[in-house]
Structures are given as structure tokens and as C-alpha cells.
């Protein structure tokens, strides 16, 4: 079993959609959670963070955290042609750099 | 505002050669990281440095050697090109604790895609 494990997608939802992207993991010392978007030919750029459980609004944005069950999410609302990208979930037990785990990504296509 | 830069974008090497990823950063960041990301994988650490003349292995370091002779500098160097390293890299740096609440997180590079024929 992969220590994390993303929904490999491609996913693609019309403009306006509900988008929900979905990380599982199996380290249950993780506490650190952040979601990188990653553009096309593009750096994976920091878009939520969340320490331990609970959720985080950002805009159109939610980032929830389940620790009991080991999975985190990224809602996207009203969804745009601009969240076309590539999700990574990273997480870490300490806020080490060197010890963030990524998963390998979800890709996102919102059709106009 | 630079942040991390590396270069080159793209390259094309033959397999036994061998060539160096630069990577250079402008935030004063003590740590300093080298991924690879290849499809479905998502990003692998290969080597990382938390200062000037420290370095350390990540998960996937083989294939690989790295220096780091000042704060802003950490290349990456590829010794006998193997086609198992085709893949994008990425430079990245980080102040010594990730606390993004504080906008303290890893910063990274814009990549750079390497095809090893």
C-alpha cells in the first residue's frame, strides 16, 4: 500500500461544478496537510494547508481533513476554466520539509 | 520576485552522459530540496540541504549527486545518464519549518524536463 493514495483522475466537470478531490493515507501520525495546484508545465503551487482534523475555507475553496478515517478532501465550488490543473495532496507527521509525503495527483479539466 | 529558478527547461541527453540541474533561490531559505516527478508517482525527494555545506539523501538519491557551497545555490548533478531518469525535476526551497500558516511553505521551481534517449 502507497503511504498516500490520490484519486488518479483525469476528472473533467462543466463550469459551475462541484469538484471534490479525495487523498487517502495510511501514516496515522500525519498532522500536516497542504494541497498543491499544479499548472501545465508549472511549479506545484501552495493552494490550502490544514493542521490536524477539521476543515478550512478559502473562497471557493474547503479543505477537509478526517483523521479517523485517514482521508483528506479539496472542494472546489462554482468550479472555473482557470482550476484546470493538476491536485497534489502533500502531508507530514512534522513540519519538515524533508518529510512531506506527495501524492501523486489528481488532474482537473472545467469545461466553459 | 525570482523565488526558485532552475535551469535548463529542457534537455535532451544521451544515455552515459552527464549534465547538471542549477538551481538557485533568491528568499534566503536555509533548506533546500530536489524532486522528481514522473507520471502517476507523484514527487519523489532525491536530495535535500537544510544549509550551506549540508546534504542529505531523500527517498530516491541513486544516480544522483548534489553540493551546496552557498545558501542560494543547490544543483543537481546526473553522472551516466540512465533512460530511467527521463522525467521533470524540480528545485524547491523552505524556511526551516514549513508553517504555512505563517507563509512559510515549500516553494518550487517552474521544472525541468529531462529526456534521457
Known amino acids: 500500500q502507497k503511504e498516500v493514495e490520490q484519486d488518479p483522475g483525469p476528472l473533467s466537470v462543466p463550469e459551475g461544478a462541484i469538484v471534490s478531490l479525495n487523498c487517502t493515507y495510511s501514516?496515522?501520525?500525519?498532522?500536516?496537510f497542504m494541497w498543491y495546484r499544479q499548472y501545465s508545465r508549472k511549479g506545484p503551487e501552495l493552494l490550502m494547508y490544514t493542521y490536524s482534523s477539521g476543515n478550512k475555507e478559502d473562497g471557493r475553496f474547503t479543505a477537509q481533513v478526517d483523521k479517523s478515517s485517514k482521508y483528506i478532501s479539496l472542494f472546489i465550488r462554482d468550479s472555473q476554466p482557470s482550476d484546470s490543473a493538476t491536485y497534489l495532496c502533500a502531508m507530514s507527521d512534522d513540519n519538515y520539509g524533508q518529510n512531506f509525503v506527495f501524492g501523486p495527483g489528481t488532474r482537473l479539466s472545467v469545461l466553459p | 520576485n525570482a523565488g526558485v529558478t532552475q535551469t535548463p527547461k529542457f534537455r535532451i541527453l544521451k544515455i552515459g552522459q552527464s549534465m547538471t540541474l542549477q538551481c538557485t533561490q533568491d528568499?534566503?531559505?536555509?533548506?533546500m530540496y530536489w524532486y522528481r516527478q514522473d507520471p502517476g508517482m507523484g514527487l519523489k525527494l532525491i536530495y535535500y540541504s537544510v544549509g550551506a555545506g549540508i546534504t542529505d539523501k531523500g527517498e530516491v538519491p541513486n544516480g544522483y549527486n548534489v553540493s551546496r557551497s552557498t545558501t542560494e545555490d543547490f544543483p543537481l548533478r546526473l553522472e551516466l545518464a540512465a533512460p530511467s531518469q527521463t522525467s521533470v525535476y524540480f528545485c524547491?526551497?523552505?524556511?526551516?519549518?514549513?508553517?504555512?500558516?505563517?507563509?512559510?511553505?515549500?516553494?518550487f521551481g517552474e521544472g525541468s524536463w529531462l529526456t534521457v534517449v
Open positions: 524547491a526551497s523552505s524556511t526551516n519549518l514549513v508553517r504555512p500558516h505563517s507563509g512559510n511553505t515549500i516553494y
Open positions: 528568499m534566503n531559505h536555509n533548506y
Open positions: 501514516n496515522s501520525a500525519f498532522q500536516y
